[in-house]
C-alpha cells in the first residue's frame, strides 16, 4: 500500500515537473527544456504503471474500478499516448502544454477523491469490461492529444504580436497541426464507438440489454455525436482555422464529462465509474 | 412543380450542412433526455421533477419529454437521418468508386504519365543533374513521411484501392445500424416473468408479470415454455460469487428440452434470440385443492415477493382459487410465508423451517380459514374440499428478450467499425513524380493528391521540394 502510494505521489511529481518545463521551453523558447518535460512525463508514466501494477497484485483486478482508478488509467493513456506521438515526432513535443496540466490536475484530483475500493462482482466479470475500458482510455488519450495540439494552434493563430508564434515555431506548420488535430479526434471517435459497441455487448452479456439511455450511455452517445459533427464541420463543411480548433478545445472536456463527472450527477448503474458500488 | 420540389427535398436530405445540423439536434436532445427524469407520468421521478420545475413541465410535456427515446418526434428525428445517411453513404460510394478508379490507374503511371498530367512543377538548381534531382526528391519526400518506390522512370506512392472504401462502407453500416435497430424493436418482445422451481411457464404473452413488445411481434407463433430445475441462492464461481443463480431450461413445443444452463450475470441464457437472465427471486408455494376421496382438483403455485414493509416480510403476488364442483371459483386462497429475522430486517432467503400462513377467503369477502400450515400438511377447507401444502420453494424472476436481430446488430457494428477503421487507418493519396530534363533546364514534376490521413500538406510537400531542389517554382497547376 505505502510502495503503491509513494509510486502515485511521485508520478504526480513528476507529471508537475513536466508541466513547469514545457511551460519554460515553451515561453523561453528553449526545445531542450521541453524534450526534458516529455522524459519527465515519459518516466511519471512508467511509476504510474508500476503503482497500478501493485494495486492490480493487491485487489486482484485491474485499475477500472471507482473514480480513482478510472481517472488515474485516462490519465495514464493519456500521458502515454502524448509521449508515443512526442517520441515518433519530437517537433510535436511543445504540444505537451495543452496535455500535461489536463494530466496534472485530473490525477490530483482522483487522489484527493480516492474513495473505496470498488470490489469485482459477477456483473464486472468479462471480457467485455476489459476491452471496454481499454478503448474507453484510449479514446480519451486520442481526445486528449487532439485537444493540446488544438490549444498550441489557437495560441499561434491568436498571437498578435508574433511572440507566442515564435515560441512555438519548432511545431509543424499550422495547417499541419490542424490536420494532426483532426487526426487524432479521428481516432479518439473510433476508439470511442468501440468502446460504445464493447460496453453494449457487455451490457447485453451482463444483464440482458444492449442500451438502456442510463445517463452514462446517453452521454457517451452524445460526446460521440458531438465528434461525428466536429469532423463532418472539416470534411464537409470544410470549417478550418480558429473555429475548428475552438471545437475540438470544446469537445474534449465533454468526453472527461462523460468519463468521470456523470455519476457526480446522476444516478447511474456504471459504477466502475464513479465508484459508488450501485447496483453491481 | 411536384417534381421540383421533390428534387429540393432530395438536395436538403442529402447537403452536408442539413445533415450535420440534424446530428446537433439529435445530441441535443439526448442531452435534455438525459437531465429531464424519464417515465411515465404517474412515474415518482417525473412527478417530482414536475412539481419542482412547473414552468419548464409544460413544454416538456407538450413534446413528451419524459418519454424522449420512445417519442414520435424523436423517432421522426432518427428517421431523417436514416434517409440522409442513405442518400450520403450512396454519395460517397460514388466518390470511392471515383477514387478507386483514379488510384488504379495512378499505380501504373510512368514518366510519361505524370509529364502528361502533373499539379507541381519545379526548375532545379542548374547544377543538379536529373538523377540527382530524383535522388534528392525521393529523401525529401520520404522525410515527410511518404514512401516511394521507382517505376518506369517515376517516383511513385499510390494507396491501395480499398483504402477509399472507409467511408461508405460506414456510412452504409451506420443506415444497417439503424434499420436493425427500427426492425429489431418492432418485432422484439421483452418482460419480466416469475418462474417457481420445478415449474414449467409457456412462453405467452400472459405468463409475463410485466412485458413490452413491438408492433409486429407475433406471440402466437411462440410455443415454447421456461422452466426452472434448481435455485442456488448463492452460487460461487472462480472465487467470484455470481448472486442468487437458478438453473434455466428451455422447452420446444413437445416438451422436450432446448438448452438448459445457470444463469448469472455474463452467462445468460441463449437459444435463438432468446435471451434470458435471473432479475430477482422470491419464494413460491405450491398447494393443490384436494377432493373427499383425495382426489387433486388442481394444483398451482403461489409467487412470494419478499418486502421488508410487510408483515413477515413477504407479500403474496396474484393467490389460487379453490374450485367447486364445476371447476367454478368459490374460494380465493392466498399464501405468504415468514422469513427470518435479524438486526437488519426480515433475511430474504428460505427460512430453516419453511411453513406458510394460508388465507382461504369466500366470494363474499369473509374469512374462512386463516392459518399457518406447515409442508405437507392438509387443512380442511368449508365443505368437502381440502387445501395441501406441497412445498415452498425458491422462484426465480427471469428476464426474457426475444430479438432475433441482436447477432445482426453485432455484425453490422463489426463491419461499422472495419469501415470506420479504414477511414481513420488508411491513407488515401497519390504522390507521382518525375524528372524532365532539356538542354537548358532541369524540371522536376509532381502530381499530388491527399485525400486522407496524409503525413503532410501539399503546401509543405511543395515548400519542401523546392528547397531541396534548390529550384524555383513555376507555379502550380491544379
Ligand atoms: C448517422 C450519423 C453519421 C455519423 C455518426 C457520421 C460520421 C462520420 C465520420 C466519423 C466521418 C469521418 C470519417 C469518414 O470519412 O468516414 C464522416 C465523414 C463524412 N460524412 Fe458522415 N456521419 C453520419 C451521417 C452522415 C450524413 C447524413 C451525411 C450526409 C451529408 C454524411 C456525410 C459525410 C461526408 C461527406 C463525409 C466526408 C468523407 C470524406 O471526406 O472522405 N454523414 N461521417
Known amino acids: 500500500m505505502i510502495v503503491e502510494i509513494l509510486l502515485t505521489w511521485l508520478a504526480l511529481t513528476l507529471y508537475a515537473v513536466s508541466t513547469v518545463l514545457v511551460v519554460v521551453g515553451v515561453v523561453f523558447s528553449n526545445s531542450r527544456f521541453t524534450s526534458w518535460s516529455v522524459i519527465a512525463a515519459a518516466i511519471g508514466a512508467v511509476l504510474q504503471t508500476v503503482s497500478f501494477g501493485v494495486r492490480w497484485v493487491r485487489l486482484g483486478h485491474g485499475p477500472y474500478l471507482g473514480f480513482y482508478e478510472v481517472a488515474g488509467s485516462l490519465v495514464l493513456f493519456a500521458v502515454a499516448t502524448f509521449v508515443v506521438v512526442a517520441w515518433r515526432n519530437p517537433r510535436l513535443a511543445p504540444a505537451g502544454i495543452g496535455i500535461m496540466p489536463v494530466a496534472l490536475l485530473l490525477l490530483g484530483g482522483s487522489m484527493l477523491a480516492q474513495g473505496e475500493v470498488v470490489e469485482m462482482t459477477a456483473k464486472l466479470t468479462s471480457w467485455w469490461l476489459i476491452l471496454h475500458v481499454a478503448f474507453a482510455n484510449l479514446a480519451f488519450g486520442a481526445f486528449v492529444v487532439s485537444f493540446g495540439c488544438a490549444i498550441v494552434y489557437l495560441v499561434r493563430a491568436r498571437s498578435v504580436d508574433g511572440k507566442w508564434a515564435k515560441r512555438f ?83 474534449m472536456p465533454l468526453s472527461l464529462f462523460a468519463l468521470v463527472g456523470i455519476p457526480l450527477v446522476f444516478n447511474t448503474p456504471h459504477a466502475g465509474i464513479g465508484g459508488l458500488g450501485k447496483d453491481l | 412543380m411536384i417534381g421540383a420540389a421533390w428534387r429540393r427535398l432530395v438536395a436538403l436530405l442529402r447537403s452536408p450542412r442539413f445533415a450535420t445540423v440534424l446530428l446537433l439536434v439529435l445530441s441535443g436532445w439526448a442531452i435534455v433526455g438525459g437531465i429531464v427524469p424519464q417515465g411515465t407520468a404517474t412515474n415518482s421521478d417525473v412527478m417530482a421533477w414536475a412539481a419542482a420545475h412547473p414552468a419548464v413541465e409544460r413544454y416538456a410535456r407538450a413534446v413528451n419529454l419524459h418519454q424522449a427515446f420512445t417519442n414520435p418526434l424523436f423517432f421522426a428525428l432518427v428517421v431523417l437521418l436514416g434517409i440522409s445517411t442513405a442518400l450520403c453513404a450512396w454519395e460517397r460510394t460514388k466518390v470511392a468508386l471515383r477514387r478507386s478508379a483514379t488510384l488504379h490507374s495512378a499505380a501504373r503511371s510512368d514518366a510519361a504519365s505524370v509529364e502528361a498530367r502533373h499539379d507541381i512543377e519545379i526548375v532545379c538548381d542548374p547544377s543538379l543533374s536529373a538523377p540527382e534531382a530524383m535522388a534528392m526528391a525521393a529523401e525529401t519526400v520520404e522525410r515527410l513521411g511518404i514512401k516511394v518506390r521507382a517505376q518506369d522512370g517515376a ?67 411462440v410455443h415454447r415454455s421456461v422452466r426452472v430445475d434448481a435455485f442456488e441462492p448463492d452460487y460461487t464461481l472462480g472465487g467470484v460469487d455470481r448472486g442468487p443463480t437458478p438453473t434455466v431450461t428451455v422447452l420446444d413445443a413437445n416438451g422436450k428440452a ?61 393467490g389460487f382459487y379453490v374450485p367447486n364442483s364445476k371447476g367454478e371459483a368459490v374460494y380465493d386462497a392466498q399464501v405468504s410465508v415468514s422469513l427470518e429475522r435479524d438486526a437488519g430486517g426480515w433475511i430474504q432467503s428460505m427460512p430453516a423451517q419453511p411453513a406458510a400462513r394460508v388465507v382461504v377467503v369466500s366470494r363474499d369477502g369473509s374469512t374462512v380459514l386463516d392459518r399457518v400450515v406447515r409442508k405437507g400438511e392438509i387443512v380442511s377447507l368449508p365443505g368437502s374440499q381440502s387445501f395441501r401444502l406441497d412445498d415452498i420453494v425458491y422462484y426465480a424472476r427471469l428476464q426474457v428478450v426475444d430479438d432475433w436481430t441482436i447477432p445482426l446488430l453485432y455484425a453490422v457494428l463489426v463491419v461499422a467499425l472495419v469501415g470506420l477503421s479504414i477511414a481513420t487507418l488508411a491513407r488515401q493519396q497519390i504522390v507521382l513524380a518525375t524528372v524532365v530534363e532539356s538542354p537548358n533546364e532541369v524540371r522536376f514534376l509532381v502530381r499530388v493528391r491527399l485525400w486522407r490521413n496524409a503525413p503532410t500538406t501539399r503546401s509543405e510537400l511543395q515548400d519542401e521540394l523546392t528547397r531541396a531542389l534548390g529550384g524555383n517554382q513555376k507555379g502550380s497547376m491544379t
Open chain 2, 258 to 318: 432446448i438448452k438448459t444452463q445457470r444463469v448469472y450475470p455474463n452467462n445468460t441464457l441463449k437459444t435463438g434470440g432468446l435471451t434470458i437472465y435471473p432479475n430477482a427471486f422470491g419464494l413460491a408455494a405450491r398447494g393443490s385443492i384436494v377432493d373427499a376421496s383425495g382426489k387433486v382438483l388442481g394444483s398451482g403455485f403461489q409467487i412470494i415477493d419478499f418486502s421488508q414493509e410487510a408483515s413477515g416480510g413477504t407479500v403474496a403476488v396474484g
Open chain 2, 155 to 221: 517516383l511513385v506512392s499510390v494507396s491501395q484501392r480499398w483504402t477509399a472504401w472507409g467511408s461508405p462502407l460506414f456510412h452504409w453500416a451506420l443506415l444497417g445500424l439503424l434499420v436493425a435497430l427500427f426492425v429489431g424493436n418492432a418485432f422484439r418482445a421483452e418482460g419480466l416473468m416469475g418462474v417457481a422451481v420445478g415449474q414449467t411457464v409457456p412462453d405467452a404473452r400472459a405468463s409475463y408479470g410485466v412485458v413490452t413488445n413491438g408492433l409486429l411481434r407475433n406471440w402466437s407463433g
Open chain 1, 169 to 251: 515555431e519548432k511545431l509543424p506548420v499550422q495547417e499541419v497541426l490542424e490536420n494532426l488535430t483532426v487526426r487524432f479526434a479521428l481516432l479518439g471517435f473510433l476508439f470511442w464507438g468501440i468502446m460504445i459497441a464493447t460496453g453494449s455487448i457487455w451490457a447485453n452479456e451482463a444483464w440482458g440489454r444492449y442500451w438502456g439511455w442510463d445517463p452514462i450511455e446517453t452521454w457517451c452517445l452524445v460526446v460521440w455525436i458531438i465528434y461525428a459533427v466536429y469532423l463532418h464541420v472539416r470534411f464537409t463543411l470544410k470549417w478550418t482555422g480558429v473555429r475548428l480548433a475552438w471545437f475540438a478545445i470544446i469537445a
